[in-house]
């Protein structure tokens, strides 16, 4: 019973469950075709923030099998991003292989080389 509590005293698993209730409201209350455009984007905003917290989730559980990443919040943007696009594209029957292809090696390298500035900057001046 403390480990449930203690797992509910975190801030991002509130935030989760949160989002997911939001999301059985707003998806199970509403249908796609009938719905103003507003609220497709309401939606798709929603569906974007709980792809966030499932990444990082997956990189808070990933830190006990000893995979650590010093900016796990730029990584789970990086990744919801391409998430977003890939859904979009499927979204208007727009998605192939390819962009897969070509999309999830970006945000890697994108994710790789902020990161690896972001550690030059702070070697070079963090001692100013």
């Given at each position: 019973m403390r480990?449930?509590?203690r797992v509910l005293a975190r801030r991002h698993v509130?935030?989760?469950i949160i989002l997911l209730v939001l999301d059985a409201?707003?998806?199970?209350?509403s249908d796609a075709q009938k719905v103003p455009s507003l609220m497709l984007a309401v939606g798709f905003v929603l569906f974007l923030a709980t792809?966030?917290?499932v990444f990082y989730g997956i990189m808070s559980i990933a830190r006990f099998y000893g995979f650590r990443l010093k900016r796990q919040n730029r990584f789970a943007l990086y990744f919801t991003g391409v998430a977003g696009v890939l859904a979009a594209l499927q979204s208007i029957g727009e998605l192939s292989g390819?962009?897969?292809a070509v999309m999830v090696p970006l945000a890697a390298i994108g994710y790789l080389y902020?990161?690896?500035?972001s550690k030059l900057y702070?070697?070079?001046?963090?001692?100013e």
């Open positions: 480990f449930a509590f509130r935030q989760f409201a707003v998806f199970g209350a792809i966030y917290h390819r962009d897969i902020s990161s690896y500035g702070n070697v070079n001046h963090g001692s």
